[in-house]
């Protein structure tokens, strides 16, 4: 091991590192799902967990909206100056009090979300304490560990903090009225996991003044990210949240049971493009191609593993995790459902790696777009009448539409590469 390592670049090194840490928090975010749900799914019964599970989806916008795309465009610049051995402070703080700001303008929206509508406005509770994952999400600088290239600490936090919720979950989640307790816990998790990782990192930054008129360029492209993530989300929190309003909370536990274990496969995939990204932010356009073709085939034998396992043992997987015959009943659109997972991680290549890495924003932007109102129309047209089915066949579909279009637009820039050398 240590010849191996003896042989590679320092950069090499780090991206193995840093992909090593990453991988310790997929690990996590793969695992206790196969273990939390079941177990949500159990004790609060289906349309409690489905409840649960659109609050989370509805989350997942707020997220995205303090987010503004700075993890990957603030991860970019951070990279970039840590390279040059620039100083880090004012554009850490930038981003910070953005972030901050952000925050409070979502929680301004969600209270005038769930006073306005009946049906938030009788689980009010659960929305509101659901927030304290976006507050946590926000002030945990993810995006300047991993521009500095040092995931240890997030990876110890994260650890920590994961375990925590999880066995809080066992210990005091016994019937359906405890599923105010999970956004409480997961919450909770988040913020403290936050104010930690904040901390840690005030001792590679000391305080600078904001200068966001300095920083424009710096906001376009990252508004420019921040509309590709909420077109992303219109891909997938949408159908979570539309099957919540036309299916109801039972349809959305049946979903969220498959999405969840779906979703845990889809992140085996990201701590290879976070761990890969710093170092090809740095590559030339040349090196970026090369890198490509050296990870595509990786990431389709892994991800036809996966959808391999799901298929043929769907319903052995559904029964040990779930024991619901009701569940078992949907197999079919589990198998269905399984087919996400390498394309997934087929189109986070270009999404999550490549495009990031060329600089292509207002390009992924567009991409995203297109996918997203896509989705959105074709959802409202299935959903409203085949419910679950129409759910599962928009994800399907609009994951496929997404696939073709990222592979159009890398085999053309490759052509274009080819044609300039």
Request: charged content about 15%; proline content about 3%.
């Amino acid at each position: 091991m240590k010849l191996f390592f003896k042989n590679l670049s320092s950069d090499k090194i780090k991206v193995f590192e840093n992909y090593f840490y990453l991988t310790i928090i997929q690990g996590l975010n793969y695992l206790l799902p196969f273990l939390v749900v079941p177990f949500l799914v159990r004790h609060l019964g289906i349309s409690n967990f489905g409840l649960v599970s659109f609050a989370q989806a509805l989350m997942v916008f707020f997220i995205i909206f303090t987010d503004f795309g700075f993890n990957t465009t603030a991860t970019r610049e951070i990279a970039r100056l840590h390279s040059e051995g620039k100083d880090l402070s004012p554009l850490f703080f930038n981003v910070l009090w953005s972030r901050i700001a952000l925050v409070i303008i979502g929680f301004l929206i969600l209270l005038i979300i769930t006073f306005s509508f009946d049906k938030f406005y009788k689980n009010q509770s659960l929305y509101l304490i659901s927030y304290g994952v976006v507050v946590g999400q926000a002030i945990f600088p993810v995006w300047f560990f991993q521009g500095i290239e040092k995931m240890k600490f997030i990876t110890v936090i994260n650890v920590v903090a994961k375990v925590i919720f999880t066995v809080l979950i066992f210990i005091y989640v016994d019937n359906s009225n405890d599923f105010i307790l999970v956004p409480v816990f997961n919450s909770t998790g988040f913020i403290i996991a936050g104010l930690l990782s904040l901390l840690i990192s005030f001792k590679t930054v000391s305080w600078k003044r904001p200068d966001f008129k300095g920083s424009k360029i710096f906001y376009i492209e990252s508004f420019q990210m921040f509309v590709s993530s909420l077109s992303t989300s219109l891909v997938t929190s949408l159908n979570v949240f539309l099957l919540g309003i036309f299916g109801g909370d039972f349809l959305v536990g049946i979903y969220s049971s498959f999405e969840k274990l779906i979703l845990a496969a889809k992140n085996m995939f990201i701590p290879i493009y976070q761990a890969l990204y710093p170092f090809m932010s740095r590559q030339s356009i040349t090196g970026i191609h090369r890198y490509m073709k050296k990870i595509l085939p990786g990431v389709v034998l892994l991800g036809f593993s996966i959808v391999a396992v799901f298929y043929f043992l769907s319903e052995s997987i559904l029964y040990f995790l779930y024991k619901e015959k009701v569940i078992l009943e949907y197999t079919y659109l589990f198998k269905i459902m399984s087919i996400i997972a390498l394309i997934s991680g087929l189109h986070m290549m270009f999404n999550v790696l490549y495009a990031p890495a060329t600089r292509q924003f207002k390009l992924l932007m567009w991409i995203m777009i297109s996918a997203g109102v896509f989705n959105l129309i074709l959802s409202l047209s299935i959903v409203p009448i085949y419910k679950i089915q129409g759910t599962v066949l928009s994800v399907v579909i609009t994951e496929l539409f997404l696939l073709v279009l990222c592979t159009i637009f890398y085999v053309r820039d490759v052509k274009k590469a080819t044609l300039n050398t």
